[in-house]
């Protein structure tokens, strides 16, 4: 691996064609696949304070994912991780948004079979990007339910992290007609899945609940989950994934989206209407405090070498 000295690397670093670049030099083929037909799987782990959260868990999901979609690389586990601390140490950021991606690559002249690609992986470290920023989570986020329907899972596995975001993007873009900050998506039994990078959570009659299928199994989520398991009996709460009904949603005590571009985020207003008191609520803060807290602790993080 060479690096490329004579460009600025602060605004973040990249990994491509088995270089690190500044992530302005940072560039893929037109006609790879993961381009043409978001054929690509993908992961985001974040850095914060110089250490990497649960980058165990995300590499798991980004192995799995790739698994699922018939794609192999050649560079291991190890080497994957090396990459990502070397993406990080070459942008010098602190707090860091790292993005890791394999693509199916380019098919071979006049071929369409995806089994003649070769698979391509890539990598970069960004500033960090809030989905809400700490100021913007003191007042929480005001969020439309989108009539927008989220993509089917029987067409596309949602626990595979993927680039199909259309719906997404349009549910976004209802809301904003909605004057609302972000939207939620709902499958086709009208439950409420998940949102643009983020899951979701309501606090309703003693139980935190979170929705079980048709979701992105997030790593913010699994946190949430546990420090919810954790803290039920002081919190008088159990925790449940199951279908989560946009009708339980809207008359929830509290509801909180988590992403790893974001951590714990308030949500104050769904649909004009206030949650609960319309200020974050008293579990939102307390699993989001622990979350954070998380971040120090060397079971969950690990220093960027
Ligand atoms: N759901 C979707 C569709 C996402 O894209 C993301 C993250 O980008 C999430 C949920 C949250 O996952 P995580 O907590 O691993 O960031």
Same mark, same amino acid.
């Given at each position: ?18 270089q690190?670049v ?20 993908y992961d ?10 649960r980058l165990?868990a995300?590499?798991?999901?980004? *192995? ?10 050649p ?11 070397e ?18 690559g ?55 992290k ?13 809301a904003?007609?909605h004057?609302? *900050?972000?939207a939620?998506?709902?499958?086709a039994?009208g ?15 003693g ?8 979701v ?17 009996v ?8 199951r279908?989560?009904?946009?009708? *339980?949603?809207?008359?929830?005590? *509290?509801v ?18 206030a ?31």
């Amino acid at each position: 691996m060479t690096m490329d000295t004579a460009l600025s690397y602060t605004a973040g670093a990249a990994y491509v064609g088995g270089q690190i670049v500044p992530i302005a030099q940072a560039a893929i083929p037109i006609l790879d696949l993961g381009f043409l037909h978001s054929d690509a799987t993908y992961d985001v782990v974040h850095v914060w304070n110089g250490r990497f959260f649960r980058l165990d868990a995300h590499l798991d999901r980004f *192995e799995r994912g790739m698994a699922k979609l018939r794609m192999s690389l050649p560079i291991d586990r190890d080497g994957i991780r090396e990459i990502l601390h070397e993406c990080v140490r070459a942008s010098g950021l602190d707090n860091a948004y790292v993005e890791l991606i394999c693509t199916r690559g380019m098919a071979a002249p006049g071929s369409r079979d995806p089994r003649d690609c070769v698979n391509q992986f890539y990598a970069f470290a960004v500033p960090f990007a809030w989905v809400a920023t700490p100021e913007h989570q003191k007042r929480g986020l005001s969020v439309h339910v989108s009539s927008v329907q989220r993509i089917a899972p029987e067409s596309v596995d949602p626990t595979v992290k993927n680039y199909h975001w259309l719906d997404l993007v349009q549910g976004l873009y209802d809301a904003y007609d909605h004057d609302a *900050e972000t939207a939620l998506l709902s499958d086709a039994e009208g439950n409420v899945v998940e949102g643009p990078g983020f899951n979701v959570f309501a606090v309703t009659a003693g139980v935190l609940v979170t929705p079980k299928s048709g979701v992105l199994e997030g790593i913010t989520r699994k946190t949430a989950l546990e420090i919810g398991a954790q803290l039920g009996v002081e919190l008088g709460l159990r925790v449940e994934e199951r279908a989560l009904p946009y009708g *339980e949603l809207t008359s929830a005590s *509290e509801v909180f989206v988590t992403s790893t571009a974001g951590g714990i985020m308030p949500v104050t207003t769904i649909d004009g209407r206030a949650i609960g008191a319309g200020v974050p609520g008293p579990v939102t803060q307390k699993i989001g405090a622990q979350y954070w807290a998380m971040h120090e602790d060397p079971r969950y993080s690990e220093p960027v070498d």
